[in-house]
């Protein structure tokens, strides 16, 4: 029988001190949480993520005209000198709900320095305000202009992922599966951190129950307020684990934390995707919760962690195949 490593200490003390503040602020239980009470809650809980200092990067803000009439915010980060670089299309976590260029500014200015990447940081729609498919629809519109603009971002066409962090990390996973037979957006990569990729709460990870930042409530409450009705959790741009075939997707890179209740369907997705052929690398982290990539700023192995995928992310963007 597996002996599971415990909770990394310095993260326990700071989900400690989160709830703690919660408790204060009264925060309400789920089923009468609103999603604006959720944002206003989420700001405060990212106080106590503190950034780490990133330097040696340009930062751009624009907006995408979409299809659909809106505009997409972007935010570009290009690393010093003239290129092509790598370029990864990122989509940022909150459950579909929360989030935006900020909550992964500190993180995509990272990857753009030591990975030697240009990053397209993406602000998709939120729902309930816009429900799926919009946030699903604006990573692909991000992606189709990225290949459009490639002289712009001073990137190789060659070379390009897409890829996020959970409920961004979803969007990427779908954005895969759309343009897996595409002949002119052909993705490279996919870069999925502690993603969601299934509609169902039956693995065993979830059925671990655990309590730690995310939670099965957390995903159930995110999950109802993305989906239209339950039954679009059957769609493979909702849940990817139920592609039917694999063998056209990109290489894959995966990182899985233990005691995150999406553990169980990242790890099924690995599997599936060495099964179909495609190169993956996967990392797994034994005392890590989900989105501890934001902690990196208090919480010392998050940090080596943020290290080892950065350096492994660009190994994969920059060797040539």
Same mark, same amino acid.
């Given at each position: 029988m597996k002996v599971k490593t415990s909770l990394n200490h310095q993260i326990g003390e700071l989900l400690h001190t989160i709830s703690k503040k919660m408790k204060e602020l009264n925060h309400p239980p789920l089923d009468i949480l609103t999603p604006v009470q959720s944002r206003e809650y989420y700001t405060i809980a990212r106080e106590f993520f503190i950034p780490i200092p990133v330097e040696g990067i340009e930062v751009?803000?624009?907006?995408?005209?979409?299809?659909? =009439?809106?505009?997409?915010?972007?935010?570009? &980060?290009?690393?010093?000198?003239?290129?092509?670089?790598? !370029?990864? /299309?990122?989509?940022?976590?909150? =459950? %579909? !709900?929360?989030?935006?260029?900020?909550?992964?500014?500190?993180?995509?200015?990272?990857?753009?320095?030591?990975?030697?990447?240009? *990053? *397209?940081?993406?602000? &998709?729609?939120? @729902?309930?305000? &816009?429900? &799926?498919? @919009? @946030?699903?629809?604006? *990573?692909?519109?991000?992606?189709? %202009?990225?290949f459009r603009n490639m002289f712009r971002l001073k990137g190789d066409e060659t070379r390009v992922a897409v890829g996020g962090e959970s409920s961004g990390g979803n969007l990427a996973a779908a954005a895969s599966i759309y343009f897996s037979g595409s002949e002119d957006y052909q993705l490279s990569l996919q870069f999925l951190i502690t993603p969601v990729l299934d509609y169902n709460f039956d693995t065993l990870s979830y059925r671990?129950?655990?309590?730690?930042?995310?939670?099965?409530?957390?995903?159930? %409450?995110? %999950?109802?307020?993305?989906?239209?009705?339950?039954?679009? =959790?059957?769609?493979?741009?909702?849940?990817?684990?139920?592609?039917?075939?694999?063998?056209?997707?990109?290489?894959?890179?995966? /990182?899985?934390?233990?005691?995150?209740?999406?553990?169980e369907e990242g790890i099924a997705y690995v599997a599936r995707l060495k099964k179909a052929g495609i190169t993956v690398e996967h990392l797994h982290y034994e005392d890590m919760v989900h989105s501890f990539v934001n902690m990196i700023g208090s919480v010392e192995e998050a940090r080596r962690a943020l290290k080892e995928m950065t350096g492994k992310l660009k190994d994969l963007l920059h060797t040539e195949k």
């Open positions: 751009e803000d624009t907006f995408i005209p979409s299809e659909e =009439g809106h505009s997409i915010p972007v935010r570009i &980060y290009s690393p010093s000198g003239q290129g092509p670089f790598p !370029v990864l /299309i990122y989509a940022h976590g909150g =459950g %579909w !709900v929360f989030g935006d260029l900020d909550s992964s500014d500190n993180l995509c200015r990272y990857f753009a320095r030591h990975a030697s990447i240009t *990053v *397209v940081s993406i602000g &998709y729609r939120l @729902a309930p305000e &816009y429900k &799926y498919p @919009a @946030a699903f629809h604006d *990573v692909i519109e991000a992606i189709t %202009w990225s671990e129950n655990h309590q730690y930042n995310l939670t099965n409530e957390k995903m159930r %409450w995110f %999950w109802g307020h993305y989906l239209n009705d339950p039954y679009e =959790g059957s769609e493979v741009y909702v849940s990817p684990l139920r592609l039917s075939t694999c063998e056209k997707l990109p290489d894959t890179f995966l /990182i899985t934390a233990e005691f995150d209740p999406l553990r």
